[in-house]
Structure formats: C-alpha cells, structure tokens
C-alpha cells in the first residue's frame, strides 16, 4: 500500500525554523517527483513546492521562495521542506503528495502536518 | 500567475446532477485536475487529465475542459459526495488549485 506520512509540525514563533519530513513507503520513492501542498485553516489548497526524482530539480511559490528549500533522500525514502523565516501565514496543515512530472495530478497524499506560527 | 476560478458553493439534490467549473485563460490548453477533500481529510483526486479516472472512483464523475472552462460533473448525486472540490493545472512550473468549491447536498 502506498502511504506517505507527515512529521515536523508545531508552533513556532515568527523568524523561526522548523523542518518537515514525509515518510513515503510502498512505492519506488526514487522513481517520482515529489510536492509540498498547504491549507491554512478553512482556507484552500496551495501549492508549495516541487523537487523532481533525482532531486536536480526544485521549483517553488513565489510566497516561500528564498525562504523555504525542498530537498529528498532516497536511501530513506523521505521528503523534507526546510522552512525559515516563517510567518504567521505560513500557519496551514502541509500536505506532501506524490507525482510525476510536469503536469501530472497529485496522488496519494498524507495526512498532513500543522504548523503554527505565533508568538 | 496563472488564475483558477471556482464557484464558492454548489447545491444539489440527491439523485441529481452537480456540475462544478473551472474558470482559467485557455485552460482548454491545459491538463486539469480535480480533487475531492472531505471535512478533515486529506484530498483524494478524482479526474485526472481533464477526464479519467483513477481506479475506485465512481463512473459517476466525469470531466471536460475546452476554452476558458473546465468542468467536473457528479451524476446521481449522494450524500457521500459532500466535500469541497478542487481543480489544479501546471502553469509556468508552478502548480496551481482552483479557489475550491463546496458541494452542498440538499
């Protein structure tokens, strides 16, 4: 069964770090691009990040560019988004997603992770 | 940035036919994506390439996108069916979703 599952969330103070990571298991990890999708509360879905399958290549929103890095690796099946800087509007559940390339659907996704970001 | 533009709310009785759009410049150019998020779940994709449909989804959903429209349509509605639905396409090596749209049913 393919299962992608979100670790990292919590509350951090605005100008602070925190790190997302994304266990994926039951499929060839190596072989798929990866993304980064969030929600804030009762908000919609926005679309974070994107690293493609061998990690080469990374695009980003243009609201967390220069502040958020997507990376992976592959020995362990993992996903990570290393996000500064934050700020309150970064608060949202953050989802990771598999896909396959430019254009491709999104699918399946975890359960996501929340993130709050308050003093 | 690319623009998707989603009606806030759609009602529909059960038994009946829900169409919900997708409005974007030319999205006819483009490959929509439709996914269904149900109250504190993650979302689940129900059309893909603007209309097929991944294993276990209902033939009751379909999809078209031609000109500045995209649209997924629910037949023979069901109270399951409830959720908020999204759209998404692949612009300038962005992803982007739709405002969503929350399908109500009567």
């Known amino acids: 069964e393919v299962q992608l599952v979100e670790s990292g969330g919590g509350l951090v103070q605005p100008g602070g770090s925190l790190r997302l990571s994304c266990a994926a298991s039951g499929f060839t990890f190596s072989s798929y691009w990866m993304h980064w999708v969030r929600q804030a509360p009762g908000k919609g879905l926005v679309w974070v990040s994107r690293?493609?399958?061998?990690?080469?290549?990374?695009s980003y929103a243009d609201s967390v560019k220069g502040r958020f890095t997507i990376s992976r690796d592959n020995a362990k099946n993992t996903l990570y988004l290393q996000m500064n800087s934050l700020r309150a509007e970064d608060t949202a559940v953050y989802y990771c997603a598999r896909g396959f390339g430019d254009s491709s659907p999104l699918g399946p996704w975890g359960q996501g992770t929340l993130v709050t970001v308050s003093s | 940035s690319y623009v998707l533009t989603q009606p806030p709310s759609v009602s529909v009785a059960p038994g009946k036919t829900a169409r919900i759009t997708c409005g974007g410049n030319n999205i006819g150019s483009k490959s929509v994506h439709w996914y269904q998020q149900k109250p504190g779940q993650a979302p689940v994709l129900v059309i893909y390439?603007?209309?097929d449909r991944p294993s276990g989804i209902p033939e009751r959903f379909s999809g078209s996108n031609s000109g500045n429209t995209a649209t997924l349509t629910i037949s023979r509605v069901e109270a399951g069916d409830e959720a908020d639905y999204y759209c998404?396409?692949?612009?300038?090596?962005?992803?982007?979703f739709g405002t969503g749209t929350k399908v109500t049913v009567l």
């Open positions: 690293i493609n399958s061998d990690g080469s290549s990374t």
């Open positions: 998404q396409v692949w612009d300038s090596s962005s992803d982007v």
């Open positions: 390439y603007d209309s």
